[in-house]
């Protein structure tokens, strides 16, 4: 119910009767206006939170100077999907990954999943897109210069999600994570090799 049909409610109601009764039926519909406009914004912001991401890491701990690989596990809720990294419509937004760099760390790769083939009612082209789940993966090295301790690490996930007939506005969905850097000599374990098994690293930067 919008502000402007209320009003007329309370005009309505007004005319019914100017005592008691009629204030109090105004005022009924007044907050069951406000109640319905409230119950409406919260469903546009839960709409609008589709996508969740999660991090993990390679190893359970990281020596100065070494590279660690980056899992951005994205949860994207079921009915909607998103782009890949090259959508074919020029007008549809790509997804992808950027960590900062500016905290002791640099990005060598970044990688996509493949995605899936699909055709939906906003667009003719035949889209490639992630659906339930996605896994995009960054190699990332430590200076040499950074000291033991958990290193705070920052990122961007952009995207645009979409269901079968349109989309969302795009959004940058901004994740935090921390990397374990330990001393030279400590010994380290991979860990999470169900998850690095499904992004295709590059040789040459392994």
Request: proline share 5%; net charge positive.
């Amino acid at each position: 119910m919008s502000i402007r049909p209320a009003k007329r409610a309370v005009r309505f109601a007004a005319r019914a009767g100017r005592g008691p009764l009629g204030l109090g039926l105004a005022l009924a519909l007044l907050a069951a206006a406000a109640f319905a406009r409230s119950a409406a914004v919260g469903r546009a912001a839960q709409d609008d939170q589709v996508v969740e991401a999660k991090v993990l890491l390679s190893r359970d701990g990281v020596h100065p100077g070494e590279t660690v690989k980056v899992a951005v596990v994205l949860r994207i809720r079921p009915g909607y999907h998103i782009n890949n990294d090259m959508p074919a419509d020029q007008f549809l937004v790509p997804t992808t990954l950027a960590i900062d760099e500016s905290q002791g760390a640099q990005t060598l790769e970044v990688v996509y999943p493949q995605g899936h083939r699909g055709r939906f009612a906003y667009t003719q082209a035949e889209l490639i897109v992630y659906e339930g789940e996605a896994v995009l993966g960054a190699l990332v090295r430590l200076e040499k210069s950074l000291l033991a301790g958990p290193l705070t690490m920052r990122g961007t996930v952009s995207y645009q999600a979409c269901d079968n007939a349109s989309c969302l506005p795009p959004k940058d969905l901004r994740f935090e994570f921390e990397v374990p850097v330990v001393e030279a000599g400590r010994k380290t374990h991979d860990v999470h090799a169900d998850v690095f098994g499904k992004i295709a690293f590059s040789d040459k930067v392994k």
